[in-house]
């Protein structure tokens, strides 16, 4: 494993519990692949969510790395952009350059595409200061910070192995998972003055957007035949449906030791 790979590694794991563990357990070729995609998409949204920043400094950072990863690509540009602001942005975001650098050359096109419209689409809704009214402004949104992963971890699929899916089942499979964010994160993004409800929505409401996109995640899975796939996207859709009842129970997450049953219970050990 590459110095640089390692890197990788070690800042998954200290940006996301959820994904860190079917990453690790991926095959070489496409754990690299599918670690690289993550951490540019984590890169962006951790500008997109930044409590400090600005919204025009929020909107010209990822409107430049929207149209610089449209190319002609060069890695350095990317660390041009957020090279001013190295003592606002976290690692995995001053890093972005890094982790562009792992992506096998034969999926470049695809990631940089899906990273780039995923920039372009959270610019937007910056501007519009996550001003959501309906289900279909929801729709929109959890499809640009979200769904879009969903989009590309098909192209990934295709790429590894073949592995044809339904899109619209993949863009659910990341709205699902947004939608239980959005709820344990609800009075975090409340006190930032951020609100993903509809308007009239109450818990209820968004508990059943969440409910009906893992619906359609789990019809998702229940399509992969290619077992390093499906271990991959089991993991995930094992803990959202996990919280999501904890969060319903009234719990704040899950516990450690929640999560550890509920990956074994994902991958049948």
Known sequence: MSELHQDAMDVLRETSRTFFI????LPSGLKEAVASS???????DEIEDHPQLPAETKINLLCSISTTLKGPFRDADLKAIVEPYQSDLPEV?????EWAKLVPSSIQSDIYH???????????????GWNIQTKEDLDDYTYYVAGLVGVLLNDLWNWYDGTQLDQELAVAYGRGLQAVNIIRNREEDLSRG???????WNLSEMFTYARRNLALADTYTENIQSLPVLDFCKI???LAHGTLQALEAGEEKLSRDDVKDLVK?????
């Open 114 to 128: 899906s990273t780039a419209t995923m920039a372009k689409g959270m610019a937007e809704w910056v501007s519009k």
């Open 22 to 25: 079917p990453i690790s357990r």
């Open 194 to 200: 951020v609100d993903y409800f509809p308007e009239g």
């Open 93 to 97: 975001t001053l890093r972005m350059d």
């Open 265 to 269: 219970k994902a991958i049948g050990e």
């Open 38 to 44: 993550y951490l540019c998409m984590r890169a962006i």
């Open 236 to 238: 995930p859709l094992v």
